[in-house]
C-alpha cells in the first residue's frame, strides 16, 4: 500500500478559513450533537406517549399506535431520510413547499434530519415503552383497581414510575444509536461530524487520519452518554422495587 | 488503556508503513495477475463514461487503452486484459493510492498537491474552472457570486479552490458538495443552487445533454487553468515512463487528432450530440511539447 501518512493533518489549516481541521471536525461534533438532541426530545416525548397508549384497554387508541409504529419501523432510516428531504416538499401545498426548499442551509437540512431521526427513534422506543410496562405482572394493574385509581392514576402512581426504571437501559442504548444514526444525514446536506471527515478525507487525502480521528471523537461522545445513563439509573434506583418482580428483570435485559 | 491505545496503533502503523515498503511496480504487478485494472468514470462526458450499454468509453478511455496497447507490445504482455473499476470524483485517489486500481483515465486535475499522494502522466486535455447557472440569474462576475449558494462535486480541485477563494475573497456563499456531476447540474436545474463550478469542458456536455440548454450559460470567468492526465501511483518511475512514451507516441504520430475529432467534433453516444468544441491552443501546444506539469503556469 503506497499510504503518503501525516497525523499532522489534523492541525493544519482547513481550506474554508474556519481553523484547523481539527477545529472543524469538532464544529462536526457539535451540529452531531444539537441534531442527536433535539430528535432525542421528539423521540422521547412521542415515544413514551405511543407506547404507553398502547397497553391501554381501549382498542382503536391501540391500533392508532400500532399503525403509527409499523409505519416508520419498516423502512430503512436512509430511504425515511430521503422522503423527508426530497418528497414531502414535493407533497405539500406549492407555496408551502417552496418556503420548505428555500430554507437557507443548513437549516433546509437539519430540520428534516431532526424530524426523520426523531420519529424513526421514538418508534423504537415506543416498542420499548409498550415491552417494559407489559412486563409488570398484572396484579400491579389490579392492585390500582382496587384501591379505587382511575386508570390515568394507575399509570402515574403505580405502573409508569416501575416502567421507566425497567427501560433505562434500552434507553442508554437508543440514545447511543440516535447519535450514531444521525452521521444518516450527511446523505441529505447536512455537515456533522461524519460528513466533515469525509470533507477533510477530500480536501486533504489523508483518509486514515480523518476517520481515525471521527471514531475517537464518536467513542468519546458515546462513552459520556453511558456514564452519564449509569449516574441516572443509580439516582432513580428505588432498592427492592425492580427485583422484586422476576418478570421485571427478564425485560431489563 | 490510553497508554495501551497508543501502542496499538502504533503498532497498526507500523505494520501498514512495512506492507508499503513490500509492494512491487505495476509492470510486474499486471504482468503476474494477466490483467490491468483501468480505473473509470460514470457520467464525465466525453472522457469516462458509461454508454447506453454501460460500457466505460470515452476521450481518455481511448487514449489509455491505445497506450496499453503499445505496452502490451513493448513488454510483451500480448494476453493482458484490461478491467475496469468505477470510481468517483471522492474516491479515485484512495483506490489508486491503495491498489485497487492501476490507471486512472477520466477527468482527473493534474496538480502540485495532488502530486504529493498520486503520479500523473502527460496532460491530454487543458480546461478551466468555470460556473454554469440560469441565464436568468445573471451571474457573469465573481462578486455576482455573493452570499448565494454554490455547488461542486465532493473530492474536486474545482470544489477545494472555490472554498478557498469563498473565504480568501470574504463572499460568504454558502457552498454545498454533491456526489457527482449529474446530481451537482440538477441542483442548478432545480434551484437548490445558484451556479455549479466545474472544468467547463463538463459543463458544457452536462449543459448539451440537458432537457432545456438554451435556459443556462457558462461563465466567461475562468478562475483556473485544469491539466487533465491520467493518474497511477506515486514513486512508480518505470510504469510512468511506460505510460508517458506510449502516450508521447500518440501525440506525435498525429493519432491523437483522430481521437480527439471522435469526441468533440462528432455526435457522440448516448445521445448523439456533437459538442463542437475546437481543440484549443492551450492543448496545441502541449501535443507539440508533452508535459506532465501540475503547474497551471506551464499551460499559458
Known amino acids: ?253 | 488503556m490510553l497508554r495501551h491505545s497508543k501502542a496499538i496503533v502504533a503498532a497498526l502503523a507500523c505494520a501498514l508503513v512495512t506492507t508499503g515498503a513490500l509492494a512491487e511496480g505495476t509492470l510486474e504487478k499486471i504482468k503476474s495477475q494477466g490483467y490491468i485494472t483501468l480505473a473509470n468514470r460514470d457520467a464525465s462526458i466525453p472522457f469516462s463514461y458509461y454508454d447506453a450499454n454501460q460500457k466505460p468509453i470515452g476521450y481518455s478511455l481511448e487514449i489509455c487503452l491505445k497506450a496499453i496497447d503499445m505496452i502490451k507490445k513493448k513488454y510483451n504482455m500480448p494476453n493482458l486484459q484490461v478491467r475496469y473499476q468505477l470510481v468517483t470524483s471522492a474516491n479515485r485517489i484512495p483506490l489508486i493510492a491503495n491498489g485497487t486500481a492501476d490507471l486512472e483515465c477520466g477527468s482527473t486535475t493534474n496538480n502540485l498537491e495532488r502530486e504529493q499522494q498520486v503520479a500523473f502522466g502527460y496532460t491530454y486535455f487543458v480546461t478551466g474552472n468555470r460556473w454554469v447557472s440560469k441565464k436568468s440569474a445573471h451571474l457573469k462576475t465573481l462578486q455576482d457570486l455573493k452570499g448565494k449558494t454554490i455547488v461542486s462535486t465532493a473530492g474536486t480541485s474545482n470544489l477545494k479552490e472555490i472554498t478557498e477563494i469563498n473565504n480568501k475573497e470574504n463572499l460568504g456563499m454558502n457552498i454545498i458538495s454533491a456526489n457527482g456531476h449529474p446530481e451537482a447540474f440538477q441542483m442548478v436545474e432545480t434551484g437548490r443552487a445558484a451556479a455549479f463550478v466545474m472544468d467547463d469542458i463538463l459543463l458544457y456536455s452536462l449543459q448539451a445533454s440537458s432537457r432545456n440548454p438554451k435556459e443556462f450559460e457558462i461563465s466567461n470567468v475562468s478562475l483556473s487553468l485544469q491539466p487533465y492526465g491520467p493518474m497511477m501511483r506515486k514513486g512508480d518511475d518505470e510504469f510512468k515512463k511506460a505510460v508517458d512514451d506510449a502516450i508521447g507516441q500518440i501525440f506525435k504520430s498525429g493519432e491523437i487528432n483522430k481521437i480527439y475529432n471522435k469526441w468533440f467534433e462528432k455526435p457522440i453516444p448516448p445521445k448523439n450530440i456533437d459538442l463542437k468544441v475546437p481543440m484549443s491552443a492551450e492543448l496545441k501546444k502541449i501535443i507539440a511539447n508533452p508535459t506532465d506539469s501540475g503547474d497551471p503556469k506551464a499551460y499559458e
Not at chain 1, 43 to 70: D, F, K
Open chain 1, 1 to 253: 500500500m503506497n499510504y503518503h501518512w501525516n497525523w499532522a493533518i489534523l492541525f493544519a489549516q482547513e481550506p474554508g478559513g474556519s481553523g484547523t481541521y481539527l477545529h472543524y471536525l469538532l464544529v462536526g461534533l457539535a451540529w452531531t450533537l444539537a441534531t442527536a438532541l433535539a430528535a432525542w426530545l421528539i423521540a422521547l416525548s412521542i415515544g413514551g406517549i405511543v407506547g404507553t397508549l398502547r397497553t391501554t384497554n381501549h382498542p382503536w387508541v391501540v391500533r392508532a399506535g400500532n399503525a403509527y409504529v409499523e409505519i416508520f419501523r419498516n423502512v430503512p432510516l436512509l430511504v425515511q431520510m430521503f422522503l423527508w428531504y426530497f418528497v414531502v416538499p414535493e407533497l405539500l401545498p406549492a407555496a408551502l413547499g417552496d418556503w420548505i426548499k428555500q430554507m437557507p442551509p443548513p437549516w433546509g437540512s437539519y430540520v428534516p434530519a431532526v424530524l426523520c431521526l426523531g420519529l424513526y427513534t421514538s418508534v423504537r422506543i415506543a416498542e420499548q415503552t409498550k415491552a417494559s410496562i407489559q412486563s409488570l405482572p398484572r396484579g400491579q394493574r389490579y392492585a390500582g383497581t382496587a384501591m379505587g385509581l382511575s386508570q390515568f392514576q394507575t399509570y402515574r402512581y403505580v405502573i409508569l414510575p416501575q416502567a421507566v426504571r425497567i427501560i433505562l437501559p434500552p434507553l442508554t442504548s437508543e440514545f447511543m444509536n440516535i447519535i450514531k444514526n444521525s452521521s444518516v444525514a450527511l446523505t441529505i446536506g447536512l455537515m456533522e461530524l461524519t460528513g466533515r471527515a469525509k470533507s477533510m478525507q477530500e480536501f486533504s487525502f489523508q483518509v486514515f487520519e480523518a476517520f481515525a480521528a471521527a471514531t475517537v471523537i464518536y467513542m468519546i461522545t458515546n462513552l459520556v452518554v453511558v456514564l452519564g445513563m449509569r449516574w441516572v439509573e443509580r439516582k432513580v434506583r428505588v432498592p427492592g422495587l425492580i427485583s422484586a418482580t422476576r418478570g421485571a428483570q427478564a425485560a431489563a435485559h
